[in-house]
């Protein structure tokens, strides 16, 4: 059981070069009862245990045809209107948090409980638009506000590791699917879907409750003890941090860099979602064995997993910027090597392709959000962060929505080409990262009044 956290704590409030004010102290385990290692690892969990939404899905849609007897587009539904609403869902968690209206322990707990009961209804519910509601809008609300949540949550508790608070969530999300790919490709029959999902239901709300009972968030500007912002300031990096916090409306007011960030990451979250929605159907269409399939799926995710955890690494050397641009073009070049391979291309080439895919695709979400914390500034980063994260909406209604419409509309010796040409989108992704700019702050004058005289201008009438 946690310790009870003392009342009364020592704090000192400093500022850095370039005016940031930090609060030091008190510890984690003094404010929470518990390490902050602890608090990490416990929102982990949570993320991990609802990742399997999304990157399981893909997998899941050749026995949902099956088991209901749906079109591909019908069981792709679902998914679309969940991967549009937790990318909607982004500010959400902090709107909340700011208002004092719900923490992320409650939050967290709630989205775990969300997924659980739209894995039941997928498995259950032979209705499209029953699994639409529960999958689509309460699976989709629920991951979102455990994602969101435990990357707020993480980001305020550690302000000194800039690869844990931009990362790991992000990371987990994508690993915590990784074991149940191989069993839903090979291993679920249409028989076994709804206690399998049922049984998968309890151990996401189970993990989800775990994960999130009782987490605080940090207190504002909130440094751990032991450790010296302003010498973390002053640490050289490959970019130069902001060059002020700035504002909602000073960051849209500052020229492209808000709105191309955006861009980036609904092109980057469209490639991504159709590879994820359409690429298990395609390769059983194309006649790969379902263990071609199963390991290129699983390649994919892990992938994807483990770029968000070392994008931030790299590009502490590399710079965010050229990082993102070079990871966009080669996510763009597999693609179009994966569509050529897809048909009767070795196994061991379609799972190093899928391999950078998930990469370059997955890397994109903590790219960004160092981006715009270097952009904006790190004191309101969160809300801007959380804003940009929500262009994945847009990412999801065109990537799951063109899926949809490729493996319904489309003949099938085609698939593979419209595959190749979602390589344009991270492409142009690619152009966008390496034109970003930081903005320079900006600063109003009020205007100074003056007094009518008739001589300078005409009396009103």
Known sequence: MPQEPTRHHTTTDVRDWRGRRYTVGPTARELTGLPRSALLVRALVAVAAVGVLQFGYGAAVPVLVEA???SPAQALAPFLVWALVQGSLAPAPHWLRTRGLLGPGPVVCAGALLCGAALFTLGHSA????????YGVLGGAGAGLVYHSCA?????????RHTVRLGVVG???????????????LGLSPDALPPASTALAAV??????????????APERWWPPGNDPCATALRRRADPPAAGDFSMGQAWASGRSLPALHAVVALSGTSALFALAALPTLLLGLGRPPSDVAAVITALALASGLGRLAASTAAERTGRRRTLALLMAATALALVALAAAAPAGPVQLLVLLALVVGAGTGSCYPLTRAIT??????QRAPGLQSLVHGSKAVGGLLGVG????VLSLAPAG??????AAAGVLPAVAALLAARLRRPLPIRTIPRQTRVWTAAARRAPM
Not at 127 to 134: C, D, E, F, R, T
Not at 171 to 185: D, I, N, T, W
């Open 68 to 70: 209901h007897g749906w």
């Open 127 to 134: 209705s499209p638009v029953a699994a639409v509601l529960g």
């Open 152 to 160: 707020d949550l993480v980001g305020g508790w550690f302000p000194d």
């Open 171 to 185: 990371g987990a999300f994508a690993l915590g699917a990784v074991p149940l790919l191989p069993a839903v490709v």
């Open 204 to 217: 996401v709300a189970a993990l989800g409750l775990a994960g999130g009972a009782g987490q605080r968030e």
């Open 373 to 378: 914390e270097g952009h904006f500034g790190s």
């Open 402 to 405: 063109g899926a949809m419409a």
């Open 414 to 419: 085609t698939h593979a080409g419209f595959l």
